[in-house]
């Protein structure tokens, strides 16, 4: 790694972004790096944006990624993605849960969600990886754990040993639960 890796978490309320941020956070601390992380919710509990900002390296200050500095962004949906692309630094990555949710403006009528989302999205972002997230973990038994079938995919770009990964998920998922989100994680480490 290089010195340092600021990474966003991008989603609406319910998906699970703040556990993601969490599983993140504890595998940067098992590294031995310094982390700062900031949370920002809009109105999550009813479908708002949520997002986190996740800082690691050496040493951090700031937990704030200012534009055009995301090394990833993780987005648990694709309009979220959208929303977000000006974060990205030139030649980062961006991870999307190909998932729509239709925000607030778009139940009611008042505008409509953007056709070919992704497509905008691969055109403003060099290093695209889109992910049937809600569906693999749908097809696993529990579409909540499309959090951590994202976690997956970002794990496998990134330079950390699995095992850390998977000790993390031990520490920050209720023991109930651990099972289906080690599978989540392995379809989504799996997936390329």
Same mark, same amino acid.
């Given at each position: 790694? @290089?010195? $340092?890796?600021?990474?966003?978490?991008?989603?609406?309320?319910?998906?699970?972004?703040?556990?993601?941020?969490?599983?993140?956070?504890?595998?940067? *601390?098992?590294? $031995?790096?310094?982390?700062?992380?900031?949370?920002?919710?809009?109105?999550?509990?009813?479908?708002?944006?949520?997002?986190?900002?996740?800082?690691?390296? &050496?040493?951090?200050?700031?937990?704030?990624?200012?534009?055009?500095?995301?090394?990833?962004?993780?987005?648990?949906? @694709?309009?979220?993605?959208?929303?977000?692309?000006?974060?990205?630094?030139?030649?980062?990555?961006?991870?999307?849960?190909?998932?729509?949710?239709?925000? *607030?403006?778009?139940?009611?009528?008042?505008?409509?969600?953007?056709? &070919?989302?992704?497509?905008?999205? $691969?055109?403003?972002? $060099?290093?695209?990886?889109?992910?049937?997230?809600?569906?693999?973990?749908?097809?696993?038994?529990?579409?909540?754990?499309?959090?951590?079938?994202?976690?997956?995919?970002?794990?496998?770009?990134?330079?950390?040993?699995?095992?850390?990964?998977?000790?993390? *998920?031990?520490?920050?998922?209720?023991?109930?639960?651990?099972? *289906?989100?080690?599978?989540?994680?392995?379809?989504?480490?799996?997936?390329?």
């Amino acid at each position: 790694m @290089k010195t $340092g890796m600021n990474i966003l978490l991008v989603g609406v309320g319910g998906q699970g972004t703040i556990l993601a941020s969490k599983i993140l956070s504890h595998v940067a *601390l098992a590294q $031995g790096w310094d982390v700062k992380m900031s949370e920002i919710h809009g109105m999550a509990q009813r479908g708002g944006s949520v997002v986190t900002q996740v800082r690691l390296g &050496e040493k951090v200050h700031s937990p704030i990624i200012e534009p055009g500095e995301a090394d990833v962004i993780v987005a648990f949906e @694709k309009l979220e993605a959208f929303r977000w692309t000006h974060m990205l630094r030139p030649g980062g990555a961006m991870i999307v849960n190909d998932q729509k949710i239709e925000p *607030l403006p778009v139940l009611i009528g008042a505008a409509a969600y953007p056709e &070919e989302i992704i497509e905008s999205i $691969g055109q403003r972002v $060099g290093r695209l990886t889109v992910v049937p997230a809600l569906d693999l973990a749908t097809k696993l038994g529990n579409p909540k754990a499309a959090n951590v079938v994202l976690m997956g995919v970002l794990a496998s770009v990134m330079d950390i040993p699995r095992e850390t990964w998977e000790a993390a *998920l031990e520490a920050r998922v209720p023991a109930r639960f651990l099972e *289906l989100n080690q599978r989540a994680f392995a379809a989504g480490f799996e997936t390329k």
